[in-house]
T-cell receptor, first 113, second 115 residues
Framework: KAGVTQTPRYLIKTRGQQVTLSCSPI?????VSWYQQTPGQGLQFLFE???????NKGNFPGRFSGRQFSNSRSEMNVSTLELGDSALYLC????????????FGQGTRLTVV | AQSVTQLDSQVPVFEEAPVELRCNYS??????LFWYVQYPNQGLQLLLK??????LVKGINGFEAEFNKSQTSFHLRKPSVHISDTAEYFC?????????????FGTGTKLQVIP
């Protein structure tokens, strides 16, 4: 069974640009969550999607958005990038909305210069 | 609302010594509890989980955790650590919120094993 796949693994962007990150969950999983991890703030929850609907949202500005497709694949978009958006972005999938363990991808390392 | 507190941000310990990583949670409803480990530049992977039944849960790599409902704690322990255990450890709680299960992660504890 393939694991959670995040693409790309590494990304360098310039301030002001926008970026889209992709996450393919484990087959059959309908819940996808996104997290931002930085040395200063640690692991912070961005949002969760379940069956194409956003079910939970963390405390991030509107520049951070996401969506989920009918095949459960999810994308996360960050517009007008800031230096502080440099982080490891992690995606996690689970078979239900949190009742079982989450399976994480290896993350996308975003560097904003 | 639920929350998770990992009391120590960093824990240094000598190789072959025992270690305990502390986790406390708050929730007004029944919970599921998890510990995850993250190695450098990797995602998180599950160490162990408590869903129900025995309060002592054994996981991979010799780790175990004990669910204490009265103390609302789920501390992670290992009797003898190895260099390879150097990593960041996250406690997580899953509980019903707003009609469905919601997972909340702690801020993490960095375990540094000293040779």
């Amino acid at each position: 069974k393939a694991g959670v796949t995040q693409t790309p693994r590494y990304l360098i962007k310039t301030r002001g640009q926008q970026v889209t990150l992709s996450c393919s969950p484990i087959s059959g999983h309908r819940s996808v969550s996104w997290y931002q991890q930085t040395p200063g703030q640690g692991l912070q929850f961005l949002f969760e999607y379940f069956s194409e609907t956003q079910r939970n949202k963390g405390n991030f500005p509107g520049r951070f958005s996401g969506r989920q497709f009918s095949n459960s694949r999810s994308e996360m978009n960050v517009s007008t990038l800031e230096l502080g958006d440099s982080a490891l972005y992690l995606c996690a999938s689970s078979s239900t909305t949190g009742a079982t363990e989450a399976f994480f991808g290896q993350g996308t390392r975003l560097t904003v210069v | 609302a639920q929350s998770v507190t990992q009391l120590d941000s960093q824990v240094p310990v000598f190789e072959e010594a025992p270690v305990e990583l502390r986790c406390n949670y708050s929730s007004s409803v029944s919970v599921y509890l998890f510990w995850y480990v993250q190695y450098p530049n990797q995602g998180l992977q599950l160490l162990l989980k408590y869903l129900s039944g025995s309060t002592l849960v054994k996981g991979i790599n010799g780790f175990e955790a004990e669910f204490n409902k009265s103390q609302t704690s789920f501390h992670l322990r290992k009797p003898s650590v190895h260099i390879s255990d150097t990593a960041e450890y996250f406690c997580a709680v899953s509980a019903v919120s707003g009609g469905y299960q919601k997972v909340t992660f702690g801020t993490g504890t960095k375990l540094q094993v000293i040779p």
